[in-house]
């Protein structure tokens, strides 16, 4: 606080808390860097009239809006539905792609009306391990994503040049499955690894950049006061705002995902491999193009050097005395005050050292991100559910009538859902709990959304189970000699359909949390953390790879089902009191450090 009052000192058109009185920014910039308190207790800064305590938490408190999106974020989220678009595209594919053979008489892979895409022909535990290997690698290029963009280059320019290495992938990729190559297996699949590495690097890059790049296009950092038309005041809240980007954000991954997962498995069935490879690579030259058109409009955070080492010390202080194997008790008794300047310089005698870069902000960011890193730790027990429509619910189609419909067409209900139930959220079923006074913060939704995805593979358990009862072949439905179980494919709607919701709760909960949570210099890298989780998830995915065979099958989705419930539950336990500090754990400033004024 300056210690002036907004009505002695502030312009006139600040001396009421009327926010149609509040001028736009360029009016105010010659107080910008101060702030003034009215009369009735109101903060006012640049972003406008921030709200009371009794405005936010108490008997009066005002009903929280989002604000408008900003375009370049639309533009971001642009390039995202192009890079989805191609990848989901590609890899929807992939399943059939390395299990199944090629079609008798086929040079393209294409099986036509009736029969199933195939080219390796390596089996079901070949195609579960290697796309359970893709989703892995994809997950822990992010890391090394996040560092360069942290440090080196900058998230803008770190997603330009995964977007160059990303489409060499892609055109090797199509060369893995032209007619020439293709028909010797040996030669295809070394291709098609060689590939897989090359676009993991790049989407991994990408991924990690991305997210935090469209969050960070809405500039506004503390809520402030509005008057509706109705008369109604409200409070436009940045962390509403941001779960609103990243709820719109993850529809455009969906609708590219959707596009590309349709297109692809009707090009690879009715026409080969190779239409179905570069399709997404034509897309994916859409990235390049946004990208440069936009550039000199996105909000963009330029590298300053890494705050790792800084934030190791914090914790290394902040722990120092308090080891335990009980991580339950070692994170109660944390000492965060311990690393406080004002105590590091007491136990040095009155001098700052000079590995001491941080003030108390920094402290207490430290302290925010890692409980964001502890929440995500339960990430991966959600993904195992999640991945399964990756690979078993594919092969689970297979066996299964689909009259004339691909095998891998019918995971598309899962981006379908996503993209008519974010809308009907967005507009509807969050303001109507906000009304009801229902604060569904990010923490309550992650719960639900691991509920929902146990039930989901609660439903994928019992469709398995009846396929069993019905096929042919009884427990070894999958043989590709077996005739299909006479259950129509489209009883899997639910598995998809329920995934889906868990998505919109847990997955774009995931987004807003790491990107809230983060230290503005840490983004990049703790949006990398959280997305590592899906890597463990596919490691441990490996694992379970017994299970991903005839007879097991049932034991494969109950035990999913299991690990996301009881993890779920679990989770609840142990952060229901963190979701009670949401609001202060927010409202934590960017810490200094000595760098940042050179």
């Known amino acids: ?97 390395i299990q199944r053979p090629l079609p008798p008489g086929s040079r393209t892979g294409a099986g036509g009306h009736d029969g199933v895409s195939g080219a390796l022909g390596l089996g079901t535990k ?57 028909i010797h ?35 506004v950092e503390h809520p402030r006061i509005k008057e509706l038309p109705s008369g109604e005041r409200v409070i436009v809240d940045p962390a509403q ?60 955070s330029p590298p300053k050097g890494s705050v790792v080492a800084d934030t190791i010390r914090v914790f290394r202080l902040a722990a120092k005395g308090h080891w335990s194997l009980n991580f339950a008790k070692f994170s109660r008794s944390i000492d965060w005050d311990r690393a406080r300047p004002s105590n590091v310089i007491r136990e040095h005698e009155g001098e700052r050292p000079s590995w001491c870069h941080w003030d108390d902000q920094f402290v207490d960011e430290t302290r925010r991100a890692l409980k964001a890193c502890q929440v995500f730790l339960f990430y991966p027990l959600y993904w195992i559910s999640y991945n399964q429509l990756n690979n078993n619910l594919i092969s689970q189609a297979a066996t299964m009538q689909t009259n004339g419909v691909p095998n891998d067409i019918i995971q598309n209900l899962d981006p379908l ?46 469709v398995q189970y009846y396929i069993y009862q019905r096929s042919p072949c009884g427990y ?14 489209w009883i899997q709607s639910g598995s998809y359909i329920l995934i889906g919701f868990s998505e919109i709760f847990a997955s774009i909960s995931g987004l807003e949390y790491a990107f809230q949570m983060a230290p503005k210099r840490m983004r990049s890298m703790v949006m990398a953390i959280f997305l590592f989780m899906s890597a463990i998830s596919s490691a441990l995915g490996e694992a379970f790879n017994p299970l991903a065979a005839d ?31 949401q609001d202060q754990m927010n409202e934590i400033g960017k810490g200094k450090r000595e760098d940042d004024e050179m």
């Open 126 to 182: 070949a195609s579960t391990g290697l796309t359970t290997f893709n989703s892995f690698w994809v997950y822990v290029i992010p890391l090394f994503g996040a560092y360069i963009a942290d440090t080196r280059l900058g998230r803008f320019k770190t997603v330009c040049w995964s977007v160059l290495i990303a489409l060499i992938g892609h055109v090797i990729m199509i060369i893995s499955s032209v007619p020439t190559v293709i």
């Open 241 to 300: 705002t941001t779960a609103r980007i990243y709820l719109y954000f993850y529809l455009m991954i969906n609708v590219g995902s959707l596009l590309g997962q349709i297109g692809m498995t009707y090009s690879e069935k009715y026409v080969g491999f190779w239409l179905a490879y570069t399709l997404p690579t034509i897309m994916f030259l859409l990235c390049p193009i946004v990208l440069w058109l936009g550039k000199s409009r996105y909000t963009t």
């Open 417 to 462: 859902a996503l993209i008519i139930f974010i809308p009907i959220c967005d507009h509807f079923v969050y303001p109507a709990l906000r009304r009801a006074g229902y604060n569904f913060s990010p923490l309550k939704r992650i719960f639900a959304g691991f509920l929902t995805a146990a039930l989901s593979m609660v439903w994928a358990a019992v």
């Open 551 to 581: 007879p097991h099958l049932i034991w494969n989705y109950a035990s999913a089902a299991i690990i996301s419930g009881v993890a779920g539950i679990a989770f609840w336990i142990c952060f229901r009191k963190l979701d009670a500090e």
């Open 476 to 489: 070894y439905a999958n043989d590709s000699s077996c005739a299909p179980a006479p259950l129509n494919v």
């Open 1 to 97: 606080m300056s210690g002036r009052t907004l009505d002695d000192d502030a312009p006139a058109a600040f001396t009421a808390v009327d926010l149609k009185k509040v001028p736009e920014v360029d009016e105010k910039k010659d107080w910008a860097n101060n702030e003034f308190e009215s009369q009735s207790g109101h903060i006012v800064t640049e972003d406008g009239v921030h709200p009371t305590e009794d405005e936010l938490h108490g008997p009066n408190k005002l009903r929280r809006v989002s604000d408008s999106i900003p375009w370049p974020a639309y533009l971001i989220a642009l390039i995202e539905l192009a890079e989805r678009f191609s990848y989901y595209g590609t890899t929807a594919v992939f399943t059939n792609f």
């Open 185 to 219: 297996p040996k030669q295809a699949l070394a291709c098609f690894i060689i590939a897989l590495i090359i676009m993991g690097v790049g989407t991994g890059g990408f991924k990690a950049n991305i997210s935090p790049l469209v969050a960070e296009q809405y500039k």
